[in-house]
């Protein structure tokens, strides 16, 4: 079950989402990153997966809310995320 809140995305936040739109899905792991700076980035950390609020990927997600679908643009690759939850 999804928990909806009016919480919306910013640093510090763990988001879960769904990727829509690609032929791999899993190139984006259990889909559940921490947005957080260019500094703390790490996307391969085994435990909790960091993304920078500057990627294209995190600066698209920054004040996403619960249920936004937001359209990436990536190196000719095109495809949607879903905000699932964020805590």
């Known amino acids: 079950a999804v928990v909806i809140t009016t919480s919306s995305t910013n640093l510090g936040k763990k988001i879960k989402f769904e990727v829509i739109g690609v032929n ?27 993304i920078s609020n500057e990627s294209q990927l995190g600066s698209a997600l920054m004040k996403a809310k619960i249920g936004d679908e937001i359209q ?16």
């Open 24 to 50: 791999e899905p899993d190139l984006f792991g259990d889909g559940e990153f921490l947005l957080v700076s260019s500094i703390e980035s790490n996307p391969f950390d085994p435990v909790t997966p960091k």
């Open 72 to 87: 990436i643009s990536n190196d000719n690759v095109f495809y949607t995320v879903k905000i699932l939850d964020i805590e």
